[in-house]
């Protein structure tokens, strides 16, 4: 079993920046895919971003180019860079591990852009 923890969320205006990250409880460095999910009430979550363990990253359309993935780490720790935050990227962002055929999923963190 794998804990996946997200910090990093809050409240921040448009334009501004925040970084997320995921602490696992254990090592994911084998682990096939590690990412960002997002969800808002009434929606289905939705992909923002993931790294293969063979580096390869892949990215919503409607974060490209503002948002950056990186890890996992040393740490087993995997971050997302997020640039030029627009409203609509409000929302609870979950990360995800994909690791021997499991997947785990952290409990999520608030990321608000609002003036």
């Known amino acids: 079993q794998v804990q996946l923890v997200e910090s990093g969320g809050g409240l921040v205006q448009p334009g501004g920046s925040l970084r997320l990250s995921c602490a696992a409880s254990g090592s994911i460095f084998s682990a096939d895919i590690t990412g960002w999910y997002r969800q808002v009430p009434g929606k289905q979550r939705e992909l923002v971003a993931t790294?293969?363990?063979?580096?390869?990253?892949n990215f919503a359309p409607s974060v490209k180019g503002r948002f950056t993935i990186s890890g996992p780490n040393a740490r087993n720790t995997v971050y997302l860079q997020m640039y030029s935050l627009k409203p609509e990227d409000t929302a609870v962002y979950y990360c995800?591990?994909?690791?021997?055929?499991?997947?785990?999923w952290g409990q999520g963190t608030q990321v608000t852009v609002s003036s």
């Open positions: 790294v293969s363990r063979g580096g390869t990253t």
């Open positions: 995800y591990v994909t690791l021997f055929g499991n997947d785990y």
